[in-house]
């Protein structure tokens, strides 16, 4: 392809996301940025038409299952007769003189039918195949939602304390740069020591580097947002949903968290679908030693008037083997086995991995919970002291600097608990994130915007009131309908198989 070529699909593209784009009307709130980012987000998008692909691959695998059927036409022109003699087999003598049975020029057709058992049979094997990858597509659609989620959270917490502290944090770093080129002119004049000076202009300096690190990040999460909710980036945000001060769980049950997270994480239930696809091999391979009986049929036709029966009709069946599949069978068997065991460990290893995930991310919940406590007493305190320092210098007993220097000290406390109290909200979130819970089924419907949020909304309501779904057996499961807290959830008797929750899609149990 030419530059010219590149430039052009660049263009193209370019103008199909910006008329994709769908206004914002009002405020943000965290429902709606997730329900936005779940209906008009590009990677959520591909998920589902992936996972629809999938589906459409069934119907595709079944019709394998089926005789083959082929119809066939021709035609044939020769410049001659196709004359010939006839010997005869004892006497060695000709028996006939030259003769023809067909026409120089004519037409045959046939319509033929086969069928054979081992090939319907291998074709069943892969269409149970087919169907586990399309649960497997639905299992990674729920990690794409699941992940997506989890990017949405982040980014809106980081971008309300955007919201919150970049119109007090420009100016202060307006002040702060105004104290370093005042602390310049009073290094020039030598009206102060050169020692104090340096110290307070490399205190001035990292608080800055600080400031301005701080604003960069507070700027990237906006656009970040911007991006996952598929608005230009140019758009004002209203973020509506503020951070209040949050009510930690009592305490977190990780026994039940762990339960939670071997049943619902998607990456777990692919390495089940994954391992049933291995098995199916096996089937395959045995299936291959066996001999193919199948039957065939056909009808014919033939133009040439010199026969006696221009349409006629054959039926048969016939039995094949394959005489080297019964040599390389039995290794192509153990292989197929072989690959089922290492499904079957590849998924243990990974329920390790998850299991760790549970038990970081309850940890680190609490360890927010701690921080945010710290947060909340150093923000109490610094303004309580950028109070004091505004009472003494306006009664004259502190300079500009010191009173700067405070203010810069609050805005640090504040934005530092206002930074905690997002990574304790996300924190949490990702507690729900680790264990595999939904926050809207893969399978439900995402085309009523309107409708969507009010789901999500509802689903975060039940998360900052710490329930998990109910894993209960389905004899116990009706007496015990309903969410459970996350200190209360304990896991089922350990017989049976755990129902999946409402918030799992029907088909990915």
Known sequence: MSLQEHIARADADQAAITAGYVPLKGGLSLGTAIARALKY????????LE???????????????????????????????????????????????????????????????????????????SARQQSYRALIAVERRRRAI??????????????????????????????????????????????????????????????????????????????QLASLIDIPQDSVLTLTTLPQDVRPIASLDNAALERMGLVMRPELRMEVYQQKIDRQDVYKEILKMMPGIGAIGNGNFD???????????????????NLM?????????????????????????????????????????????????????INDVSLQMERLADVAS?????????????????LLGQLAYSRNLAQTHQALANIYASVGVDLVPANSDMQDLDRLTVQVEHSIAGWEAGQLPNLALPETASAAAGAVPVAN????????????????PASAG
């Open 41 to 48: 987000n590009y990677d959520a998008q591909v998920a589902k």
């Open 51 to 125: 996972a629809s692909q999938q589906e459409k691959q069934i119907d595709l695998a079944l019709m394998q299952m089926l005789p083959h059927l082929a119809a066939d036409a021709g035609y044939s022109h020769r410049s001659n007769n196709n004359a010939a003699e006839s010997i005869d087999w004892f006497s060695n003598e000709r028996s006939l003189d030259y003769s023809y049975s067909e026409q120089a020029s004519h037409g045959t057709g046939d319509i033929s039918f086969s069928w054979n058992v081992m090939d319907a049979g291998i074709s069943y094997f």
């Open 146 to 223: 699941n992940d997506l989620v989890k990017a949405v959270t982040t980014s809106y917490w980081e971008a309300v304390a955007a919201q919150v502290m970049l119109p007090r944090l420009d100016p202060i770093i307006k002040d702060a740069e105004d104290m370093l080129a005042a602390s310049h002119d009073a290094a020039n004049a030598h009206l102060q020591s050169p020692l104090t000076l340096l110290d307070y202009q490399q205190y001035i300096i990292q608080l800055l580097g600080d400031l301005r690190r701080i604003r960069d990040e507070l700027v990237s999460a906006r656009i």
């Open 303 to 321: 133009s040439n008037s010199l026969l006696v029966h221009n349409i006629w009709g054959q039926i048969g069946v016939r039995g094949t083997i």
């Open 325 to 377: 599949n019964m040599v390389q069978g039995p290794r192509a068997i153990a292989m197929a086995k072989s690959n089922v065991k290492l499904s079957e460990a590849r998924r243990l290893a990974l329920s390790i991995s998850v299991l760790t995930q549970v038990n970081l991310s309850a940890q680190r919940y609490r360890t927010a919970l701690d921080g945010l406590k710290t947060a909340r007493e």
């Open 394 to 410: 306006s009664a004259g007993a502190q300079s500009k600097a010191d009173r700067i220097r405070h203010q810069m000290a609050a």
């Open 489 to 504: 959830a304990r896991p089922p008797a350990p017989s049976g198989q755990p129902v999946a929750s409402a918030a799992a």
